[in-house]
């Protein structure tokens, strides 16, 4: 009792210290040596250290720093090329300040389903949405969650084939793929699309009515971090700055479809006897969607660049403290898990629904999510810990890896935007707006409409099973 209790404790101070700002690669193994000597373990603090926590962060960045890595450089890329910048205006043009909300979620789906890195999106959409909302005279307040809809939710979680690293971790875990229960995750996506639309623009309907227009909020200059994208001396072709997102979801459709299945990894079995092909093909072939998809980006503008090998070096060095930070909350997990305590906290899960894993696997993900502030941190941990538990029931009751994969992933984006989340802290940063001003709609649209998403896709996966 004593154990569980300790891990209670240290899971509650995470999430305050999170929210204070405290940094994660500091905070992880702190909350982790701080279980384990109120379990009483402290005599095994230091192998736990070497042994559990190291080798579960060691072995996450192993598995998955290449996803990380390509998936930075590609953002940077497509922001210092002028792709991001064309496809935004494009739309825009085209939908108008009319459209102003709908407009901004939509570019930001685009380039977030496309492989862009959300905070690179919410750096170069951020402009472009003052200047419509103040056109259109919609409160400012709604423009965070406007970009954390079309960044934050269905192509993040949902949308089949997205190469957000949400949808990748399940993959060794669950032998799935990108693509897993893309029916359901369809579905998904335009209940969260659609219902978080709705929500945007009764909002702004009702303000509008009452009299308030986008406000006074200063000069509201350009943020530097948005002016440091490198702009091109030419436009972009709308075409060419849409081909490297095409080719980021069809390769991988490709790879995953066609060319992998099509294979015999027979050859492999003598020299690489660990490496099980049906568990991680699905990172293979989102890596070489990335590769591909930047080497295109990179030619088709050579010539164009102000500065490539800056742009690359900072693609590069971008994708180290989000891997870090998500590798030491696994880490973290371990040694929970690793303490006596645990089991009582792991029986309780499994039993939420004991008829039913995939509720059982939701709320798991989500209140780890939501205690982590970090929907990949508390899948990681939550699959880390409890990933082969829900496998076994999952074969047991019948339930494909597919639908697992599927509702893990929209689960860890359910809770994780709670107030200390860093991704909504950076973002009410980028806009220069506070909680008070705009949390409100933020959790409306990140938190409520996913996890009705969820409860569909829940109910709907144990109907007809994964489609």
């Keep these: 009792m004593a154990s569980t209790l300790a891990i209670v404790v240290s899971l509650l101070l995470l999430m305050f210290f999170a929210y204070r700002g405290v940094t994660v690669l500091l905070l992880a193994p702190l909350m982790a040596a701080l279980a384990v000597l109120l379990s009483g373990d402290s005599g095994f603090l230091l192998p736990i250290y070497t042994s559990t926590f190291m080798s579960a962060l060691s072995g996450y960045v192993l598995q998955f720093l290449p996803i990380f890595l390509l998936g930075a450089l590609f953002g940077q890329l497509m922001a210092d090329s002028g792709a991001a910048q064309a496809i935004a205006q494009w739309i825009t043009h085209k939908l108008g300040h009319r459209h102003a909300i709908a407009t901004i979620v939509l570019v930001c789906g685009v380039l977030t389903y496309g492989g862009v890195s959300l905070f690179v999106v919410a750096f170069a959409i951020y402009p472009i949405a003052k200047d419509l909302f103040r056109a259109a005279g919609i409160p400012k307040r709604l423009i965070p969650a406007s970009i954390a809809l079309g960044s934050f939710t269905f192509t993040m979680t949902a949308l089949?084939?997205?190469p957000a690293i949400q949808n990748a971790i399940p993959i060794p875990y669950y032998g799935t793929n990108v693509f897993a229960a893309p029916g359901l995750g369809i579905i998904g996506a335009l209940i969260m699309a659609l219902g978080g639309l709705w929500w945007l623009q009764s909002r702004a309907r009702k303000a509008i009515a009452q009299g308030e227009?986008?406000?006074d909020h200063g000069q509201d200059h350009f943020d530097a971090s948005a002016e440091d994208s490198t702009h091109t001396q030419k436009p972009m072709p709308i075409f060419l700055a849409i081909l490297p997102l095409i080719l980021v979801i069809g390769i991988n459709a490709l790879f995953t479809y066609r060319i992998f299945p099509g294979m015999n990894f027979t050859f492999m079995a003598e020299r690489f006897p660990q490496v099980d092909p049906a568990k991680i093909t699905g990172l293979w072939a989102l890596i070489i969607a990335l590769i591909t998809a930047s080497l295109v980006l990179i030619i088709s503008r050579l010539g164009h660049w102000k500065s490539l090998r800056e742009s690359i070096n900072k693609g590069v060095f971008g994708f180290m403290l989000p891997l870090f930070n998500t590798a030491s909350e696994v880490g973290y997990g371990a040694v929970i898990a690793s303490l006596a305590g645990f089991a009582i906290i792991r029986d309780f899960v499994l039993n939420v629904?004991?008829?039913?894993?995939?509720?059982?696997?939701?709320v798991a993900m989500t209140t780890l999510a939501g205690i982590t502030g970090s929907s990949s941190g508390g899948l990681s941990i939550a699959l880390q810990t409890l990933g082969s538990d829900y496998l076994a029931m999952a074969q047991q009751a019948g339930i494909s890896p597919e639908l697992l994969h599927r509702?893990?992933?929209?689960?860890?984006?359910?809770l994780d935007t709670l107030p200390h989340c860093g991704a909504i802290i950076t973002l009410l940063s980028i806009c220069k707006l506070n909680?008070?001003?705009s949390y409100g709609n933020i959790a409306m649209v990140t938190m409520v409409t996913p996890l009705i998403a969820l409860i569909a896709v829940i109910t709907l996966g144990t109907i007809f099973g994964s489609f």
């Design 435 to 437: 909680h008070r001003q």
């Design 160 to 162: 089949p084939g997205t």
């Design 407 to 414: 509702v893990a992933v929209m689960a860890a984006g359910g």
């Design 353 to 362: 629904a004991p008829g039913n894993p995939l509720i059982s696997e939701a």
């Design 213 to 215: 227009d986008y406000g």
